[in-house]
Nanobody, 121 residues
Framework: QVQLVESGGGLVQAGGSLRLSCAASGRTFSMYTMGWFRQAPGKEREFVAG?????YYADSVKGRFSISRDNAKNTVYLQMNSLTVEDTAVYYC?????????????????WGQGTQVSVSS
């Protein structure tokens, strides 16, 4: 497994932007599929975005969020624009071995501790 540490969460007004970062340990970062999930209070954890070589997204964030990775820095990013109160949640970074497009939490092997994103109206 790989160790993941998220950063970049915070409080932002609706319409604003945040960029989350996830730093991974290990020497084979480029071989992992990386994902971002979120979990709001009382709700199940849901897929937000993933990346192998290019990104793929949940319909709820398409056109607003952008995922990217820097394999030289062992880091994956989530740029979040046009935030709404519905985006308020704890955001988790996740990793799975191999280049497979996956969107279920159970398909990912390693998880970060999460970072809180709060959007005010």
């Amino acid at each position: 497994q790989v160790q993941l540490v998220e950063s970049g969460g915070g409080l932002v007004q609706a319409g604003g932007s945040l960029r989350l970062s996830c730093a991974a340990s290990g020497r084979t970062f480029s071989m992992y599929t990386m994902g971002w999930f979120r979990q709001a209070p009382g709700k199940e954890r849901e897929f937000v975005a993933g990346i192998v070589r290019s990104g793929y997204y949940a319909d709820s964030v398409k056109g607003r969020f952008s995922i990217s990775r820097d394999n030289a820095k062992n880091t994956v990013y989530l740029q979040m624009n046009s935030l709404t109160v519905e985006d308020t949640a704890v955001y988790y970074c996740a990793a799975r071995t191999g280049p497979f497009l996956r969107t279920l939490p159970a398909d990912f092997e390693s998880w970060g501790q999460g970072t809180q994103v709060s959007v005010s109206s």
